[in-house]
């Protein structure tokens, strides 16, 4: 087993989708790499989102309406996540350091073995996980245009404006059909990124947590240390402590106005999704794609609200965790010491998004407005 950690590469997904997306300029060919990135956003993140709602109000029908309402909000609110995200990227790169800072404090084997085995597996399986998905839902959906051309109804994948007439001729239905597939790529791998990174950092943040219990539990046990060693162990703990709650803040500050959006649209998506699904939907190709559209929707908002339960829980217990260790045997300074920790530690700890505490409770919501919506127009058909 390797003696030092590098939670860091747990991420390397994130730092090439961000490169790819625009997000992060190399050391070589920064003028080209800013032209690339300013040229992608424009026609991506900006312009991909533009063209769905514009095409919302040439809609004719309310299939044309309902088919396009869920990839246009969720688009919209995939651009608005891309660029909270890019504001904040200061905060991300202070994250990271704090995340090796306690990375190079993880050297014993116990805890060591804890973070690879209970702290990396779901980070990596969230991540795989979402990975799984937005290839599933890109592939759906050229799958089902294809399915439908090869019937004779070749269309577009989404109702959309365009400056020209898409089926004026077969080379504008290339250009449109082009320019969508590409940018339902840019999406979803934006999706990828943006829908992970809150579900990955709050599980991370969480494991830190657990972990600073375990080295504040071993203090005053060792009796080869001195009174001012462990004192030391302990003040080496409090300050680990301030860098976690710190993680906490850079997290929140780069999540909150996002998980906002998303919490709130989520609701509204999954039951637009599903009324198209029980309503319009004939074939198995279209189903299988917001089948996946579906289950994406609700995993967007899951993760996140979980680890968010998570991280709270393991705030609260590291207070009680901090009297495991050997306070009994050690001088007055220790004893002061512990008892600002504790004080510090007692606080109930959370992550917002705006209105919403990012937990299971935010997710339950979510789940029960969507229903509510998806009764209210099923009742009303």
């Known amino acids: 087993m390797d003696k030092e950690l590098n939670t860091k590469s747990l991420f390397r997904t994130h730092f090439k989708c961000w490169r790819i997306l625009g997000m992060m300029p190399s050391k070589k060919y920064r003028l080209l790499y800013w032209i690339y990135s300013l040229i992608v956003n424009l026609l991506v993140t900006i312009g991909f989102p533009l063209h769905l709602i514009l095409g919302l109000f040439q809609s004719t029908s309310l299939y044309e309406v309902i088919q396009n309402l869920a990839i246009t909000l969720t688009s919209t609110v995939c651009s608005m996540k891309t660029f909270a995200i890019w504001w904040r990227f200061k905060d991300i790169e202070r994250m990271f350091d704090i995340i090796r800072k306690q990375d190079e404090h993880t050297r014993h084997g116990e805890q060591l073995e804890y973070m690879k085995r209970k702290v990396y597996p779901p980070i990596r399986s969230l991540i795989n996980l979402f990975y799984i998905l937005c290839s599933m839902v890109a592939l ?43 940018g339902i790529i840019y999406t979803v791998t934006q999706n990828l990124v943006n829908d992970t990174f809150a579900g990955a950092h709050l599980s991370l943040l969480g494991g830190q947590v657990r972990l600073l219990g375990m080295r504040v539990a071993e203090i005053g046990h060792d009796p080869k240390k001195s009174l001012a060693e462990n004192n030391k162990a302990l003040l080496d703990c409090i300050h680990d402590h301030l860098d976690l709650l710190e993680y906490r803040r850079k997290v929140e500050d780069v999540i909150s106005l996002y998980m906002f959006f998303q919490i709130l649209f989520s ?3 999954m039951c637009v999704v599903l009324v ?14 917001y ?5 994406g ?3 967007e908002v899951l993760p996140s609200c979980y680890f968010g339960t998570i991280l709270e829980d393991e705030f609260q217990e590291l207070s009680y965790t901090l009297f495991k260790c050997n306070w009994a045997d050690q001088n007055v300074v220790f004893k002061k010491n512990l008892r600002i920790f504790v004080e510090q530690a007692s606080r109930r700890i959370h992550v917002t998004a705006w209105l919403f505490r990012i937990n299971n409770n935010s997710f339950v919501t979510a789940v029960k407005g969507s229903y509510s919506i998806f009764s209210l127009i099923m009742n009303t058909r």
């Open 297 to 299: 929707m609700i995993f």
């Open 267 to 269: 609701s509204m998506n």
């Open 276 to 289: 198209f699904m029980l309503l319009f939907v004939k074939d198995t190709f279209t189903m299988s794609y």
């Open 140 to 182: 759906s959906a050229e799958s089902s245009l294809i399915f439908n051309g090869l019937r004779g109804s070749w269309a577009l994948m989404y109702q959309a404006y365009f400056p020209f007439d898409p089926f004026g001729s077969s080379g504008n239905y290339v250009v449109a059909h082009i320019y969508q597939f590409i």
């Open 291 to 295: 089948l996946f559209y579906f289950v």
